[in-house]
């Protein structure tokens, strides 16, 4: 990116009023500062680099920073980080220890897709206790990208995957006590730190291609049948590998609505740093609703050059990031506060 470009950028950040906090590295890294000078001292690009939504991804990240530094691909890292998470039976958003729907099934969803641009997808499977592995199977063995339901369990169960009985004795009880309490109504889901929704990571290799990955249980008491935007390309995760990649967090109707992993990943393509692209696409989404209350979404990303931006609706959202130098938890920047 030449100079003339970064000031071009800058202007825009004048126009959409954004602080420095918000505006963040330009994709080469130098720093646009408060005032949108130029720092022209060019930072060293840091990768291989994991980040990945909510807390439960420090300790994804931790594995997958691991596989990685075993020799692994960013397609084992997001695999491998990413089962950490399914496997963790006290993480009531994300794999087998998930919420059930409202008729007591616990479905889960989850998507992966690497720097060649393949991708594969698993919605509305139960029982089986790494989805995210069987999308990666999806992708590598088969010509399609998406299975549902029972021909995903299915085609998960032949190739070799345990099943597992859900809900957890635990969650069910729950499951019951909100059967009895419950009003026939659809309630908007609260998503913030405390149940984190989806996990969504994004890693980079030492040469710099990305892959990326997310898997969740969806939305606590959702509708039978109904799938979010996570195992959905371009709306939970999108990479490309010559610009980006996005995944997302929260509200899944909202950010199938919008495209949203995508429109992230087209806006970088266009010259937009990795938050303001989260930003733009989070203000697309801010937007397109009348009513926010309750509608949290949340967009992490990282560049070519391994800029990393995050952006939600409300404050709460925050992702974990690991390098060679630092493991730790990030804030994102939002738009208001609940
Ligand atoms: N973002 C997860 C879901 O809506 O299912």
Not at 64 to 93: F, H, M, P, Y
Not at 95 to 118: K, N
Not at 183 to 193: A, F, L, Y
Not at 227 to 236: E, T, Y
């Amino acid at each position: 990116m030449d100079r003339r470009k970064l000031i071009k950028i800058g202007a825009l950040g004048s126009i959409l009023g954004l602080s420095k906090s918000v505006f963040g590295e330009t994709s080469n890294g130098i720093l646009i500062k408060e005032n949108n000078l130029i720092d022209n001292e060019p930072k060293k690009m840091i990768y291989p680099k994991i980040v990945s939504t909510w807390n439960h991804g420090m300790a994804a990240n931790q594995k997958a920073w691991e596989t990685i530094k075993n020799g692994g691909t960013a397609l084992d890292a997001i695999e491998q980080g990413l089962r950490v998470t399914e496997s963790d039976l006290t993480n009531r958003s994300v794999g087998i220890g998930g919420m059930p729907d409202r008729t007591g099934h616990v479905t889960l969803d989850a998507c992966i897709m690497d720097e060649q641009s393949r991708c594969g997808s698993v919605a509305f499977l139960e029982g089986i206790d790494h989805p995210i592995s069987v999308a990666r199977k999806v992708m590598e063995t088969t010509q399609h990208v998406m299975l549902v339901g029972k021909g995903a369990k299915d085609f998960a169960i032949e190739n070799g995957f345990s099943k597992i009985k859900t809900p957890l004795p635990e969650v069910k009880a729950e499951w019951k006590k909100w059967l009895k309490e419950q009003e026939k109504i659809v309630k908007q889901p609260q998503i913030n730190h405390e149940n984190h929704d989806t996990i969504g990571m994004l890693a980079m290799d030492k040469d710099g291609n990305i892959c990326g990955g997310c898997t969740t249980s969806g939305w606590a008491y959702k509708l039978h049948g109904r799938v979010g935007d996570s195992p959905i390309i371009g709306a939970g995760l999108f990479i490309d590998n010559e610009v980006g990649g996005a995944v997302a967090t929260g509200l899944g109707e909202a950010i199938i609505r919008i495209a949203g992993s995508h429109t992230v990943v087209e806006l970088m393509r266009q010259g937009a740093s990795a938050m303001e692209a989260c930003k733009e696409t989070v203000d697309r989404i801010i937007k397109k609703h009348k009513n926010l209350e309750g509608l949290q979404c949340g967009f992490l990303a990282i560049d070519k050059n391994g800029s990393v931006g995050a952006f939600s609706v409300y404050n709460g959202f925050n992702f974990a990031y690991t390098d060679e130098k630092q493991h730790k938890m990030i804030d994102a920047h939002f738009d208001r506060t609940w």
